[in-house]
Structures are given as structure tokens and as C-alpha cells.
């Protein structure tokens, strides 16, 4: 099989160059810092070389005539939505013997780029390395392997001299992959990402794209789609939910125009998201990936998304958001943005607000900010979360009040718990949240959990803390857990009312007494003429909303768990707040099967006998 049949070549060749080049220079974790840009770069100044001396022509004419916002002009001359109008392409860089010379000449290179291609320059950070690269000897052989005339990075086919192809092109699709599996590689070898942000594998952004489109794939019409992703990251996300509907679309014979919006606050990330879209041709596309923070600056205000899939950070603080929005922590409550503030339950302050520690809930919150309702599909909504997001927060808090809003609203579909192990960086439990707001009448009013951690295939070799992997015979499993609902198989699979996670937070009081045994009444204030409140006394205690089938539960709860034991007790009402939590384990808790007595009594037996045999040994040798 040639070399060029697949894309493969491209992750080789790039590893490759990281480590001929980088070695001992670089940290295997900055590889990527060099050989991303200088990918993007390549297959830029590839596709642009039919059309360069066309867009030097029309610069040439455009400076004539003192026009300053040239890059429209250019890029149409180029039939791109990027061009470089340098007199410079990075075959004539190759040239240069002189480092001040070449390190010149590479930088007016680099300003030649469009304003477009320079916000991936900057986010990569690319112009810092110059220096470093001269000095070192390492910017020449860089441009000297990715100009080889081995290597073709061109949507054009290089060509022998009778005209057969020698090596064939890439096109945008196969460029798109392969810096995608580039990317990839270089997250699953160094393991890098930030605190908190956990780089999606694929088997995992697979079966999210899967549990995204498949349940609804026979409602797809010939119509425009938007998908969006929140915290995007390199956008892998974005491309697979994209690739995922036009196979569905084919399969059903629909025509789809899709489009990808996503926001990232990651300098490098970002920068990788931009280029995947135009190394795609998706110029478009690449205006909607939107730089900074979704908490404190909403790149896509007033839009809303057919399609919501995202892997938010969690367990780092969002002190920064509110720096940016000119609040302290202690000011978390008086931030008035409606996707986190909502007029909700009669309180039009309803706050989804969670602790500062822990941003995920808050991109849920934004997520269901952006559902559609007036379609046939609405919205659905695909988020990896950890733990936390099941119970974290009590009734009453930011993070309860939102579940409380899902699933009252009866948003949520399903949740799936997912096996250990299948991050990078990570070994915490994570969950799968699936949320629509036009769910089948089947489970209007219902919920689904599914117990998916021992569906996974084991790793070869681990990549990091990674040691499984979904396969596709895994990824299969689940979704027919899902497809078959109320008939899946209970071991896995089990639907639940409503109502069965919610709960009612009361304050049980005492009266307090005095030193003659007799109850003190309150003189003043809202309770005067009331018994006054033992504070020590004082106890919560949490009453399913389904407890006597949800009939008076409360009431029913303090006349059966309360009084009984304390007579003098009572339920302060004004103080009953509503919560929700979900736990898995409450639900699939398998104890451990206890040993039958005979067995135990055998071991017993053979240990002694062991014992017996070496207490022989030694009294003999004495």
C-alpha cells in the first residue's frame, strides 16, 4: 500500500520532524507548540501557491491605489478565505544560508498572512519561538523537511513528468483529518492540557455525536442545522457532530447544510480550532469560533443551537469570570446574566449560580440558554460531567436549583455513567448528560439511567491514565440501551419518574424551655407569641417528594418519622426548600457475594494444616 493511500503519513511525518528537530531543545510537551503552526503554515502556503502571483499583482495594484483593507480583494484573487501577500513563499525561505537573513525573511513571510491567519500566528504564539529556532539552528531544517519535494501538502497532485500522479493531493476533508489526528497525537503522547480541561478522546466524542443524532436521525430534513460547542476546545467535537449528521442525512437520502459554532478562552486550543476550520475551507466557519470565556463573555448571545455537545472544564475556579464582569467573590449573586439568573418558581432571582469552585453546571445553564422550541427536533443536548454535578450543592443552592429547573422543566432524557479511566489526564468518574426539550412521548415525565462503567475494551498500552477505550461494539451496547428504554435491560438500564430525585429540606424545631421546665414564648418579631426556638435542637431533614406517594408528604413524614420520638417537635414551614440529586449508586449498588460458610471453613482448615506442617519443621530441626 503506498504511503499516500491515507493520512497516516501526516501524523508520522510529523512526529518524526518533532523529534529530529526538537530533541533536547524542547520538552516533549512543547513539540506541539512548533510542529501545529508550522503544519497550518504549510498547508496554507501549499494551496496559495497556484494563485500567488496573481494576489502579488492585485496587491500591487490595490497599494497603487493607497486601499488599505486589502485581504477581501486578496483572498478573492487567491479563491480562498486566507492568502499571504509576501513577495515570500516558504520554498524561497529554503534558501537562505544566512540565520539574520532567514530570521528576517520568515517574519515578513509571516506578516504577509491575512488578518485571520494572523490571529492563529499570535494564539499560537509562533513569533516568541523565532528567536529560538534561529539560534539554535532549527528554523532551517523545520522549512527544509516541509518543503521536501517527498511531501505533498498541496490539494493539487504532484505529478511525474508523463502526467501520472506521483503523490496525489489532499483535499480539505483529508487535510481536516489528518492535522485532527496530529492533534490527537500529541494530547495522547504528553498528555497536556491545563487544570481542569481534559482533552475528549475520540472513542468518547463518538458515542456523544451517536446519542446526539441517532435517536432523532429519522426526523432530519432537508434544512440548515447548527451545532455548537461552548468549550470547544481544538473543535474535534464540532468536526464529528458535523461528519455525524451527514452520514445520517446521506443514509436517509436528506440534503443538510451544517453549521459549526464554537467559543474557547485557550490561547493554543483556539488557535487550533481556527485553523482545522480553514485548513477545511470552512472560512465561515472559522468567523464562528469565538475567543474568551463563555461565563463571562457569550460570543453567541441571543443565538440559539439544534445541537449542543461539550466537554466544559471542571473543578477549577471562575474567579476570573467575575473579575472580568467587575464582581468579587463575595458579589457572585449580583451578576444578573438571565442564563444564570432566571425568573422561575414564583422568585424571578431564581439563581443557578454553583459554588465558585466548580464551573461546569455553569455551561449546562448556557447550554439550555440556547435551546430551540420551535422546531420538530427543539434542542438536545450531549455534556460530559464528573460526579460532582449529581448532588454537589444543597437544596436551595446554584446547583441543586438547576437540576431542580432540568428536571421539573422535564429536560433530561438520560444520564449515563461512564467507565473510569477512559481520560487522559484523569482518572475521576464521569457522566454523560442528555438533555431535549421535545422528547418522545415515551419519556415525557421520565428519566432514564444507564450503568455503562463496565462497558470499555481494555488499552494495549495506556495512554496516560487512559487504560480503555470504547469500541464500536461498546459504543453499539449503549445506544441500544438508550434506543430500547423502558425494555432495556434492568441490569444497565433503569427509568425512574420524574419527581423520584427530588426532595423537600425542612427544619425541624424545638421549643426552648426555661429554667422551670416551661416553653418560652417570642415577645417580638415575626414569631412573637410563638414558641421560641431551641438553635441547638435544631435538625434538617430531607422528605422524598414521592414519600407516601407523594401524598402530604411532609405532613405524612412528621407524623410517622418525628413525632413519635419527639412530641414537642414541628416543621418550621417557612423554612421548606425543594431540592434535587441523583445517585447512582442508591440505584445499581451490588453488594459483594459473601462466601458460604463451608468455604470459609475449608480455608480455615487448609491454613491450619499449612501451619501445623511448618511448626513440624522447625521442631524437628531443633
Not at 32 to 38: A, E, G, S, V
Not at 136 to 148: H, R, W
Not at 361 to 368: E, V, Y
Not at 405 to 420: F, G, H, S, T
Request: proline share 4%; aromatic share 10%.
Amino acid at each position: 500500500m503506498s504511503l499516500y493511500q491515507n493520512t497516516d503519513w501526516v501524523k508520522s511525518f510529523a512526529w518524526k520532524i518533532a523529534c529530529d528537530c526538537l530533541v533536547d531543545k524542547y520538552p516533549n510537551s512543547d513539540y506541539r507548540k512548533i510542529i501545529l503552526p508550522f503544519i497550518v503554515l504549510r498547508r496554507f502556503d501549499a494551496v496559495l501557491e497556484p494563485t500567488k502571483s496573481a494576489v502579488l499583482k492585485e496587491k500591487d495594484r490595490l497599494d497603487r491605489h493607497t486601499i488599505k483593507d486589502q485581504d477581501a480583494a486578496l483572498c478573492l484573487v487567491a479563491k480562498k478565505s486566507f492568502c499571504n501577500f509576501s513577495l515570500l513563499t516558504m520554498k524561497d525561505l529554503k534558501s537562505r544560508t544566512s540565520k539574520q537573513a532567514l530570521k528576517h525573511d520568515f517574519i515578513a513571510y509571516l506578516d504577509g498572512f491575512t488578518k485571520n491567519v494572523q490571529t492563529i500566528i499570535d494564539k499560537f504564539e509562533l513569533r516568541k519561538q523565532i528567536d529560538k529556532l534561529v539560534d539554535n539552528d532549527i528554523l532551517g531544517i523545520l522549512i527544509e523537511n516541509f518543503v521536501s519535494p517527498t511531501v505533498n501538502f498541496s490539494d493539487l497532485p504532484v505529478l511525474n513528468q508523463d502526467g501520472t500522479v506521483k503523490i496525489p493531493a489532499l483535499d480539505n476533508h483529508a487535510m481536516g483529518t489528518a492535522f485532527e489526528s496530529v492533534v490527537r497525537m500529541f494530547n495522547e503522547e504528553t498528555n497536556i492540557t491545563d487544570a481542569g480541561r481534559h482533552f475528549t478522546p475520540r472513542d468518547i466524542v463518538t458515542l456523544m455525536a451517536d446519542l446526539a443524532f441517532e435517536p432523532v436521525a429519522d426526523k432530519i430534513q432537508n434544512n440548515t442545522y447548527r451545532v455548537y460547542d461552548g468549550a470547544c476546545g481544538t473543535g474535534g467535537m464540532l468536526t464529528v457532530a458535523e461528519d455525524r449528521i451527514e452520514q445520517l442525512a446521506k443514509k436517509y437520502n436528506k440534503e443538510v447544510s451544517i453549521h459549526l459554532y464554537g467559543q474557547e478562552n485557550a490561547d493554543e486550543t483556539f488557535a487550533i480550532a481556527q485553523a482545522d476550520m480553514l485548513i477545511k475551507g470552512d472560512g465561515d466557519q472559522a468567523e464562528n469560533i469565538f475567543f474568551g470565556s463563555t461565563i463571562s463573555n457569550d460570543g453567541f448571545a441571543g443565538k440559539t443551537f439544534d445541537f449542543m455537545i461539550s466537554n466544559p472544564p471542571f473543578g477549577t475556579p471562575w474567579k476570573t469570570d467575575l473579575t472580568a464582569l467587575g464582581l468579587s467573590e463575595k458579589e457572585k449573586h449580583k451578576m444578573t446574566d438571565t442564563r444564570f439568573k432566571l425568573n422561575y418558581d414564583g422568585d424571578p432571582d431564581y439563581s443557578v449560580l454553583p459554588n465558585i469552585g466548580d464551573p461546569q453546571m455553569l455551561f449546562l445553564a448556557n447550554n439550555i440558554a440556547k435551546m430551540k422550541s420551535g422546531t420538530e427536533l427543539g434542542s438536545r443536548i450531549i455534556e460530559v460531567h464528573n460526579g460532582s454535578s449529581l448532588f454537589t450543592g444543597d437544596a436551595g443552592g446554584g446547583e441543586s436549583n438547576l437540576r431542580r429547573y432540568i428536571i421539573e422543566n422535564d429536560l433530561l432524557e438520560c444520564i449515563v455513567a461512564m467507565p473510569k479511566d477512559m481520560f487522559y489526564n484523569t482518572g475521576i468518574e464521569t457522566f454523560l448528560w442528555i438533555l431535549s426539550n421535545k422528547k418522545t412521548e415515551n419519556r415525557k415525565g421520565k428519566i432514564q439511567l444507564i450503568d455503562a462503567t463496565s462497558m470499555k475494551t481494555p488499552l494495549r498500552k495506556n495512554l496516560g491514565k487512559k487504560n480503555c477505550e470504547l469500541s464500536e461494539v461498546n459504543r453499539k451496547d449503549i445506544l441500544k440501551l438508550y434506543n430500547d428504554f423502558e425494555n432495556a435491560d434492568p441490569e444497565f438500564s433503569k427509568i425512574f419518574p420524574k419527581n423520584e430525585f427530588g426532595y423537600y429540606k425542612i427544619k425541624v424545631c424545638r421549643p426552648l424551655y426555661d429554667d422551670n421546665g416551661n416553653i418560652t414564648i417570642e415577645k417580638k418579631g415575626k414569631r412573637k407569641g410563638l414558641p421560641a426556638i431551641d438553635t441547638k435542637e435544631t435538625d434538617t431533614e430531607q422528605v422524598p417528594l414521592l414519600y407516601n406517594k407523594g401524598i402530604n408528604p411532609v405532613n405524612e413524614f412528621y407524623l410517622k418519622e418525628i413525632k413519635p420520638f419527639v412530641p414537642d417537635a414541628w416543621v418550621e414551614d417557612i423554612e421548606t426548600i425543594i431540592g434535587y440529586e441523583l445517585s447512582f449508586t442508591k440505584y445499581f449498588y451490588k453488594p459483594l457475594q459473601q462466601r458460604e460458610l463451608k468455604e470459609i471453613l475449608a480455608d480455615l482448615k487448609k491454613l491450619e494444616n499449612e501451619t501445623n506442617t511448618i511448626m513440624k519443621e522447625i521442631f524437628d530441626n531443633d
